[in-house]
């Protein structure tokens, strides 16, 4: 073992080569398998990326998608049909049961319970337009 490596195990980490491969991808599975996990919980589904991603990076255990948004909920599930251990659900997940208002804007990549603030408004104006929808 190198000093590197001896010197971020005493700290309590771990330095792994990915070969110049840095990406979000390859860290997320790098935990699922560290971990174990077979099990993941995807709030806020929206139309399957994060899960489609897992799905091309190995991951092949149980998913549970939430997306409370119709529309963009019939994606999801559309997305889903082929995967026998992919679980879609049309609700929101919150600390309380109920009905709210949600915000959401023309291409959905930004639906919240939160009016969009002036920073958003600026920042993506093409998504300005959208409309309210109970979930």
């Given at each position: ?18 070969g110049?491969?840095t ?7 790098d935990l699922?398998?560290?971990?174990g ?5 995807d ?33 999801l599930q ?5 995967d ?9 997940m919150?600390d ?14 930004f ?24 979930v």
């Amino acid at each position: 073992m190198n000093l590197y490596k001896a010197l971020a195990n005493f700290l309590g980490y771990e330095l792994i080569n990915r070969g110049g491969n840095t990406s979000l991808g390859f860290h997320i599975i790098d935990l699922v398998k560290l971990r174990g996990v077979d099990l993941v919980l995807d709030i806020g589904g929206n139309m399957g990326q994060f899960t489609k991603s897992l799905r091309q990076d190995g991951y092949q255990g149980e998913v549970h998608s939430f997306e409370p948004v119709k529309s963009t909920f019939v994606q999801l599930q559309q997305a889903s049909d082929q995967d026998t251990k992919w679980f879609v659900h049309n609700f929101a997940m919150g600390d309380i049961l109920g009905q709210k208002e949600v915000n959401v804007t023309v291409s959905s990549d930004f639906a919240s319970f939160l009016q969009p603030n002036e920073y958003g408004m600026k920042r993506f104006k093409k998504n300005n337009t959208g409309y309210t929808e109970i979930v």
